[in-house]
């Protein structure tokens, strides 16, 4: 028997008696002619192609005929003379790929879907496991027990995506690090279309407790499985962690999802594996949004912010990209001029919960002024948070403009000591600026402080 295997990479694996016999690519068409015979086009007509991957003039045609509510087809092939249809159903009783679940309930056949969704509600969403640990549901969560040993965990292949070098997954997780103190990563490991090993790529050496969002790019891969398993740390110690919702998606350039104006591939409030959020306008506005009725365009490298007349008015910048959590710090830095402004301008960060409600405005400074400014927030209990600029209720007036350039927004690693000084990166920082300068700002080793207004700005203090 012969039984033809759709992949969503495009490629169509042919098995005779069990055994792989060829692999195609394949694709659809609407148009003629097909394998040198003319056939009829329009709305009401689809062909399928199949081409050997090994050989570009082994080609086969079909009409494809449809599928139905059970996913079986049946196509016609063209070649002059036998044009009987064929059928191809999933055989409930087969396992052909010998993952532990038939054809019919395999997670990791081909899918139209672009997103693979584990709750743990169920099953264990085609989770394997790595090593000699057990998995449970557990509360609508995936405990992951009897973890001793390196690369102990779970694993889960990514079979149902159209995995191309350079196609970008959106990544998201809970994870709860139960009683283990190892170093638990996340990963991904790449293959070339027959399975072979290519590379690991780690996205998370130290997971803990809380919501993670990382975009990937696949490198060279056809293939891919998500790994999530313990280092070689702690292994004297046998011990336990939780995942929950975990959602892979690929992000298609075609769309914007958020109707944001970004595609979802180039969205600057995608997560990314950076823990750096930078704009500095040279380009684009970096994701930066208006509030109310302001204009922002860019000038000579900056972001110019017109027709403020308004309190509350100004522009906004979601912190999506970023790992946000309570207790969580934030590098903040970014040059500041008044422009024609005589009303307050203030930086302050909107926390959110993990749905988007709002939690609280927290002022960082409610009176820019032209200079360089730094600072360390420190997130209270939000999961998200926006970064916002605006004109508070004073000179309601005026209709004014003000500029801003070089903002960014780093997340503190308490792991690193970025300058080799001895310091984790969470002790070691430059002390905030609170409240407005009397004259202007200097710097000593990196670090901008208050200038008195009868000193020149750019000298340190005695």
């Given at each position: ?265 180039e969205n600057p409030n995608n997560a990314v594996n950076n823990t750096t959020i930078t704009s500095n306008f040279t380009e684009d506005k970096g994701g930066w949004r208006n509030n109310g ?72 400074n409610g009176k820019l002024q032209t200079r360089t400014y730094k600072y360390v927030y420190t997130i209270k209990a939000g999961y998200k948070a926006i970064l916002r600029i605006d004109k ?71």
């Amino acid at each position: 028997m012969v039984v033809l295997e759709f992949k969503s990479d495009g490629k169509c694996y042919e098995y005779y008696n069990n055994s792989l016999s060829k692999t195609y690519f394949y694709s659809f068409s609407n148009t003629s002619p097909k394998c040198g015979y003319e056939v009829p086009i329009g709305e009401l007509f689809e062909y399928l192609i199949l081409t050997n991957i090994n050989d570009s003039q082994d080609i086969y045609c079909y009409e494809f005929l449809g599928v139905d509510n059970n996913n079986n087809f049946a196509i016609i092939y063209i070649n002059g003379s036998i044009n009987q249809p064929m059928g191809f159903v999933r055989d409930c009783n087969a396992d052909s790929d010998n993952d532990g679940y038939n054809d019919c309930e395999d997670p990791n056949n081909a899918v139209n879907n672009t997103t693979i969704t584990s709750n743990f509600t169920e099953d264990k969403g085609g989770w394997r496991n790595n090593g000699k640990v057990s998995t449970t549901l557990e509360e609508g969560r995936l405990k992951v027990s009897n973890v001793d040993s390196s690369w102990e965990g779970i694993n889960r292949p990514l079979d149902a995506l159209n995995i191309v070098p350079g196609q970008q997954l959106n990544i998201s997780l809970d994870f709860d690090q139960g009683d283990t103190s190892a170093n638990v990563r996340l990963y991904v490991q790449e293959q070339d279309a027959e399975g072979n090993h290519l590379s690991w790529n780690v996205i998370n050496g130290k997971l803990q407790t809380r919501t993670y969002k990382y975009v990937y790019t696949i490198k060279a891969g056809y293939k891919a499985i998500l790994r999530i398993d313990k280092d070689n740390t702690h292994l004297e110690e046998t011990t336990h962690f939780y995942v929950d919702n975990i959602e892979v998606k690929l992000l298609d350039c075609t769309l914007d999802s958020d109707g944001d104006g970004y595609n979802d591939c180039e969205n600057p409030n995608n997560a990314v594996n950076n823990t750096t959020i930078t704009s500095n306008f040279t380009e684009d506005k970096g994701g930066w949004r208006n509030n109310g009725s302001v204009a922002a365009t860019l000038e000579e490298g900056r972001l110019k912010v017109s027709n403020v007349d308004s309190s509350w008015e100004g522009i906004n910048r979601p912190l999506d990209a970023l790992n946000i959590a309570p207790g969580q710090q934030l590098n903040i830095s970014l040059d500041f001029d008044q422009g024609d402004t005589s009303a307050n301008v203030r930086l302050y960060v909107q926390e959110q919960d993990a749905e988007g409600n709002h939690l609280s405005w927290n002022v960082i400074n409610g009176k820019l002024q032209t200079r360089t400014y730094k600072y360390v927030y420190t997130i209270k209990a939000g999961y998200k948070a926006i970064l916002r600029i605006d004109k508070d209720n004073t000179h309601l007036e005026e209709t004014t403009h003000f500029y801003v350039d070089n903002i960014e927004v780093k997340l503190l690693d308490c792991t690193l000591d970025s300058d080799g000084d001895g310091y984790n990166d969470c002790e070691d920082r430059c002390p905030s600026i609170v409240g407005p300068s009397l004259g202007g700002v200097g710097f000593n080793n990196g670090c901008p402080f208050e200038v008195e207004h009868t000193r020149d700005p750019l000298l340190p203090r005695n």
